[in-house]
């Protein structure tokens, strides 16, 4: 395959997959509505950087190892499902009054906290490894010349970022958040029994 052939297939495999909900959308939506637009960029940041520790396995030939070795699955599963669940326990069981607008100024005045949140979101989540896999099997594979991989890995980062960041952008919308702001209490509910709800799934899953 090409080199202008493999980006055009992984951009929009990419763009598919980023676009599925699940625990990264979760996360920078619920950042986004009760935070604000920068706390969902910031968010959103991180989750593109977990890419990077998919990336680097994949392309080290382990997303095979990995998604064939039960143990390592297990492994997987119960950590990346109870990060899930803490999440949502966290959200689930916050107080009302703890939305106010000092407590969300503190949160986007440390940025690397919302940084941390969105990379162990995305470098946890139990499907990524059985995705890259996939992706390597079809376009890209250790053999490439590093400079693509290089790229390639890049421009997944980078597309994970900006489809991230025009969903916190949407969300953070005063048209939108200015409906659902005096709902903020009850989107942390929502969010915490989503949240709670996949982690549990992806720990009960059989492997």
């Known amino acids: 395959m090409q080199f202008w052939q493999g980006f055009a297939v992984i951009t929009v495999v990419h763009l598919l997959a ?3 909900p699940g625990p990264d959308f979760a996360f920078v939506t619920r950042q986004s509505l009760v935070h604000g637009r920068r706390a969902g960029l910031f968010a ?11 990336i680097g396995y994949s ?33 689930l069981f916050s ?6 607008v000092e407590s969300t100024s503190t949160v986007v005045d440390r940025p690397w906290r919302l940084i ?11 499907k990524a490894p059985i995705y890259f896999l996939a992706l390597f099997t079809v376009v890209l594979s ?14 997944l980062m980078i597309l994970q970022w900006l489809w991230f960041s025009l969903v ?24 915490g029994v989503a949240m709670i709800a996949l982690g549990l799934r992806v720990v009960l899953a059989r492997t």
């Open 116 to 126: 941390a949140g969105g990379f162990l979101c995305n470098a946890f989540n139990p």
């Open 168 to 191: 916190a952008t949407v969300f953070a919308h005063r048209a939108v958040r200015d409906r659902l702001i005096a709902m903020r209490h009850w989107i942390d509910r929502v969010f």
């Open 59 to 91: 392309a080290a030939g382990l997303a095979a190892v990995i998604a064939h070795s039960a143990k390592w699955m297990l492994a997987i599963k119960i950590v990346g499902g109870c990060y899930l669940i803490y999440l949502g326990a966290r959200a």
């Open 142 to 155: 250790p053999s490439l010349p590093a400079t693509w991989l290089a790229i390639y890995g890049a421009w």
């Open 18 to 20: 980023a676009a599925s």
């Open 44 to 54: 959103s940041i991180g989750i593109a950087l977990g890419l990077a520790v998919h």
């Open 95 to 100: 107080k009302a009054g703890e939305m106010s």
